[in-house]
């Protein structure tokens, strides 16, 4: 369906647990415990019928998020009830990978398409200081489980932010020569109060490019598959590609394809947009209803966001985990 930018939006990002078997310094404060009431969280059966009401107005695309999605009991099972979904062409998942290694080959016999790992950094010691307590073998033992059971384009989503990382860009540009691995550089955004995000901290797209080393444009069909609005490029001759998401200092929501549904019901049209549009009672309602709460909500998808001005008025009130990052 078009919202009322001319866009057409049929991208679902969909939450299905706010939490996180990692807490990434960006991401999540150190002791935040505020997740939602687990009676709160949508049921298999709420998702799918909501899911079920995206498909209907014209949704094709499910990319299943969270939180961490593979802490949820049972998510290959819900996975391949998402897949089955008339009208849903492809279904993804964004993980941290650390559970991936053991669940890579049920979720693709499930139906599952293809997977995003986020890695910040290739150092065991700064990966367990970046997620407070991850182990980079298990997110890595999860990529090769993605690779092995054809789970590609396997994309690995790095957030640059000062001090943190921005001194690994050339390391995780360079792992895309030999392997086909797709990296792609998210700059830093100002979401939640993780008191994290600074001016000082954040690291301009052109900066990172920069650093990624010498790099040719790769465009139309040799680009992975997605649905992202990364701008893509690769070493010469590589197996890989590298991408530049910026949604500071380039805004890409002009291109926006997408909204969010939370694992709590709510329609999020945009990323640094106002409350979402509740259509958890909807799964139940009569025909027609949830459709018109989906195209109703689309409509009123703002034409951008306000990340910039964030950066000097303060941070986004909600936390990627809380609208489905
Ligand atoms: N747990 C899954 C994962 O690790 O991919 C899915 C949820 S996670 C919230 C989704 C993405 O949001 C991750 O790539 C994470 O790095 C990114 N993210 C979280 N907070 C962010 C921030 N402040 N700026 C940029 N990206 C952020």
Known sequence: M??????TIDYLRLSVTDRCNLRCRYCLPADFNAFSPRNRILSDDETVRLVEGFAA?????????????????????????????????EVALSTNGILLAKKAKTLKSAGLSRVNVSLDSLRPERFAAVTRSGKLSDAWAGIE???????????????????????????????????PLHVRFIELMPMGETGFFSKERWVPMPEIERRAGPLE??????????RGPARVSRRPGARGTLGFISALSCSF?????????????????????EDGTDLRAMADAEAGTLEDAIRAAVGRKP???????????????????QIGG
């Open 303 to 321: 034409e951008s966001h306000r990340m910039l001005e964030r950066v000097s008025q303060g941070a986004s009130p909600r936390m990627m985990c």
């Open 217 to 226: 444009p790769v465009t139309g069909s040799a680009r992975p598959a997605g």
């Open 57 to 89: 107005v014209g949704f094709t695309t499910v990319r299943v998020t969270g939180g961490e999605p593979l802490v949820r009991p049972g998510i290959e099972a819900l996975i391949g009830r998402l897949a089955a979904i008339d009208g849903i062409d």
């Open 145 to 179: 489980a993605a690779l092995d059971a054809d789970l590609g384009p396997v994309k690995i989503n790095v957030v640059v932010a000062r001090g943190l990382n921005d001194d690994e860009v050339e390391e995780f540009a360079a792992l895309t020569v030999a392997r």
């Open 253 to 273: 929501c002009s291109d926006c394809n997408r909204v969010r549904l939370s694992a709590t019901g709510k329609l999020v049209a945009c990323l640094d947009g």
């Open 2 to 7: 078009r919202d009322s930018f001319g866009r």
